[in-house]
Structures are given as C-alpha cells and as structure tokens.
C-alpha cells in the first residue's frame, strides 16, 4: 500500500527562525511530490512541486526531494506567523494520476 | 484565469437524503478529481474524471458517484446519507492529470449530515 507519512506535530518555531517539515513515501516509484499548505476551515493551496533529486527554491520556500531515502522535505526560511497553518505533502507514484497525501503537519509559527 | 469553483459551501442535510455537490475547474483543464477530508482521515480520494470517463476510483461505497460534463464541469452524488458522510468535500483539477501535472483544488463544499 503507498503511504506518505508526515509527523503531525504541532511543529512550534519563533518568527524569522527556518521551519523544516518533513515527509516519507513508501512507494520507491513514486517520481512527483506536491506540497499544499492548508488554513484552518480552508482548503489546500499549491505551494511546491518538485519533480528530480535535489533542491527547488521559490521565494522562502525550498523543496528538497531524495528519492534513494524516499525522503522529501520543504523549508521555510524567515519564518512568520502567516505560515501557521497545516502542510500536506503528496506523492504521486509512476504511471499514476493520483496522488497519496500525508495527513499533513500542523506548523505555529509563534512572535 | 478563474479558479476552481464549487458549489455550494455549505450543506446541511439529514440521514437518508441524497445530495448533489458541484464542481467547475480552471478553464482548459480536463481532469477533476474528488477527496473527502475528515479530521480523522485526512484526505480521501474519491474518483477522477476525465475528458467525462471515470479514470480512477478510490476505495468508498457505491453510494458515491461522480460524473464529467463535456465542459469538464464535474458533479458528485452521495445518495443515503449517513452521518459519517460530514465531511469537507474538495475537488482538484489539472491540465492532464498525469503524474506530474499540478492539482488545484476549490474552496470545498462543507457537508453536515444530522
């Protein structure tokens, strides 16, 4: 069964600091990951893809995917309390349209 | 470019009725996929349609059912409804929906079964 696992926390970190969510996959197939960041009583927001090992940045934002680890990450550089919210993590393995979510990690970002 | 739309955002139905849940996705795309979010289960996947043929199916009962129109707008039914049918339901579209093609998801429809 494909599995993308993510600690739930709540992962706690002060304004400014880097804030490091992270996420496992069980399916070495898996070639595409997503990552959506999540409001209280709101839906998914696109956020990251990332496609090939190695690191993707955007803004604040940093994507970073080993696939030998089955391991993908993303970082949050300056932190602020507008991150605070839960992020999902989704793999989508090979041959596949559909992706597996994480059932996400729960991020305060405190001042 | 518009977004994805759904329709309505809020439902309160009770126990055994049926409900009928609408989606419009960004123009162009062709996929629409369906998840139920609970906060026990996290998201579920539904079904996915494209170009109006079911594609992909998760693991629910019958009682949920879905169809694609000829302009990709999509809907979803659940007929019988039980309380544990309350949920966030979401749908996602992209271009192709193919593995590494980017999903966007609507605001949810927010289904409350009393």
């Known amino acids: 069964q494909k599995e993308v696992e993510q600690n739930s926390g709540p992962l706690s970190v002060p304004e400014g600091a880097i804030a490091s969510l992270n996420c496992t996959y069980s399916?070495?197939?898996?070639?595409?990951f997503f990552w959506y960041r999540q409001y209280s009583g709101k839906s998914p927001e696109l956020i990251m893809s990332?496609?090939?090992?190695g690191d993707k940045e955007d803004g604040r934002f940093t994507a970073q995917l080993n696939k030998a680890s089955q391991y993908v990450s993303l970082l949050i550089r300056d932190s602020q309390p507008s991150d605070s919210a839960t992020y999902l993590c989704?793999?989508?393995?090979?041959?596949?349209?559909?992706?597996?979510f994480g059932r996400g990690t729960s991020l305060i970002v405190h001042p | 470019k518009a977004g994805v739309t759904q329709t309505p955002r809020y439902l309160i139905k009770t126990r055994g009725q049926q409900v009928t849940l609408s989606c419009s996705p960004i123009?162009?795309?062709?996929?629409v996929s369906w998840y139920q979010q609970t906060p026990g289960q996290g998201l579920q996947f539904l079904f996915e349609y494209f170009s109006e043929t079911q594609r992909n199916k998760g693991n629910f009962p019958g009682r949920f059912s879905g169809r694609q129109f000829s302009n990709s707008r999509s809907e979803m039914n659940v007929s019988t409804l039980e309380l544990g049918d309350s949920a966030l339901y979401l749908c996602a579209s992209s271009s192709t929906g193919t593995g590494n093609t980017e999903a966007f998801f609507g605001q949810g429809t927010r289904l409350t079964v009393v």
């Open positions: 399916d070495r197939g898996s070639q595409s």
């Open positions: 123009s162009g795309h062709r996929s």
């Open positions: 990332i496609y090939s090992n």
């Open positions: 989704a793999g989508v393995s090979g041959g596949s349209y559909i992706p597996t």
